[in-house]
């Protein structure tokens, strides 16, 4: 609009003769957002109680707290931290980012309680999952479990994660530290 402001007083001068100090704004190109650091959300900044809030631009409270048999989303109460869940799916989203590809989000936090009632025992009686450190997901079909697997686990170190060997219907990865089993490794 301020344009044809700027050009009608220009015109508006020409025919009366009358100098005009025109200035016509000239537009910038918007900075790239990637140069900017992107913030983290603080947990405070997210309702944790509404399934369809974004945590990061693809991951919703739902992919990170739902806790299907029991059909409700997991909570402090239960032992869920918020503050590794925004760790995790920031790394989620470096994970998509790689894949090139939408995930479907299986499970990211799992309450020990949940796990015992579900018989999800594991060996080691220890779960990634009840910590907020984990997560199991598919590719929606664009990629097999093992093509998905072939794709991560050459960039292991680099994304600071592991990979659970074995898994046929699920990729999962997790934040925890590396133990004698290494990154890839079998539960």
């Known amino acids: 609009m301020d344009l044809w402001k700027s ?13 005009v100090e025109v200035s016509i704004p000239i537009e910038t190109p918007a900075v790239e957002a990637e140069f900017e650091p992107k913030k983290q959300p603080s947990p405070s900044d997210i309702d944790w109680t509404n399934p369809n809030w974004h945590v990061t631009e ?15 989303l997991g909570t402090e109460l239960d032992g869920a931290n918020f503050e590794k869940l925004i760790t995790l799916c920031n790394k989620m989203e470096e994970i998509r980012g790689i894949l090139g590809c939408s995930i479907n989000v299986h499970c990211m936090y799992r309450s020990s309680k949940y796990n015992i ?10 779960d990634v999952h009840a910590m907020s450190l984990a997560c199991d997901f598919d590719c929606n ?20 994660i592991r990979i659970e ?6 990729v999962h990865v997790d934040l925890h530290s590396v133990g004698p089993s ?6």
Do not use: A
């Open 7 to 19: 050009l009608l007083e220009l015109v508006l001068g020409l025919l009366t003769k009358k100098e």
């Open 58 to 72: 693809h991951f919703l409270v739902k992919d990170c707290l739902m806790l299907h048999s029991w059909n409700r």
């Open 117 to 126: 009632e579900q018989k999800i025992l594991l060996p080691t009686g220890m």
């Open 141 to 160: 079909g664009k990629y097999t479990i093992q093509e998905v697997k072939d794709i991560l686990v050459p960039r292991l170190e680099g994304l600071g």
């Open 165 to 170: 060997f074995g898994t046929t219907t699920w």
């Open 182 to 187: 290494g990154r890839y490794f079998r539960v």
